[in-house]
């Protein structure tokens, strides 16, 4: 059997399942202020799209908000039904959401929207959402202005065909939707430095990458963390992140 093609979009989307232990330990959440940027006033259902492990669920959870999460991998649907057992759950993808028409107030998505087709996840959530619902879309990158974040970062991308998937521009939404509103979060998240191995090992490219060609690309993670100044001797290290968020709200002109 072939082994997977870690440069093959369609693979690399469907890659998380097999890490979705290393995911759930590792990937960060989302600052409150973005959560609460991405959520329309008077929201009480909301939709978690592509929702994962529950990373952002946690967060709509805890604001007393009916919560319902889409993931395609049921691993990673596993988990976040360990954390989180009052959430309503399906194993879908974003191109066919098992919601009927007009039963949720938003739809958000963290970290996922690079992986959908475009023009029909527009056009599924804006079919699930209410009149004038909003679409929100967040993703969380590191802020590369710092030396060792930039060298890490070099590291995750190095060999990578497919790294303008992570260049995460601004959605390009169907007719459904008015025009994008864009902001920015700076933030940081405190981890153990050993943890920077584990969190290049949760990138869909490490997931997929033949055994050797990862552990290489994993030493020289190792290597970072035991030579770079920022980070040597230290067990613990601030990641600056820098979280882009995106919000269009649904046309009350189409119909659902």
Do not use: C
């Amino acid at each position: 059997m072939a082994s997977p093609d870690p440069h093959d979009h369609a693979t690399r989307a469907a890659s998380f399942s097999t890490g979705a232990d290393t995911y759930a330990a590792v990937r960060p959440s989302y600052p409150d202020a973005t959560v609460d940027w991405l959520l329309p006033a008077g929201a009480r259902r909301v939709l978690d799209l592509a929702a994962g492990t529950g990373k952002l669920t946690a967060s709509l959870v805890a604001r007393g908000l009916d919560v319902v999460a889409v993931d395609p991998s049921g691993p990673m649907l596993s988990h976040l039904e360990a954390a989180l057992p009052g959430v309503e759950t399906h194993v879908a993808t974003a191109e066919a959401i098992p919601l009927a028409e007009g039963t949720v107030d938003a739809v958000v998505v963290g970290q996922a929207w690079h992986w959908f087709d475009e023009g029909s996840a527009s056009a599924e959530t804006a079919r699930v959402l209410r009149h004038g619902g909003t679409l929100g879309i967040v993703w969380n990158d590191r802020d590369t202005s710092v030396d060792w974040v930039a060298r890490f970062g070099e590291i995750l991308h190095r060999g990578d065909r497919l790294e303008s998937v992570a260049a995460h521009d601004a959605p390009v939404l169907g007719p459904e939707y008015d025009g994008v509103e864009h902001t920015a979060f700076r933030w940081s998240d405190e981890i153990e430095t050993a943890s920077l191995r584990a969190l290049a090992a949760s990138r869909s490219y490490f997931i997929l990458l033949p055994e050797a060609e990862r552990e290489a690309l994993l030493a020289a993670v190792d290597e970072l963390a035991a030579t770079h100044p920022d980070l040597a001797g230290r067990a613990r290290v601030t990641l600056p992140y820098v979280t882009h968020a995106y919000r269009a709200r649904r046309r009350s002109t189409t119909g659902g």
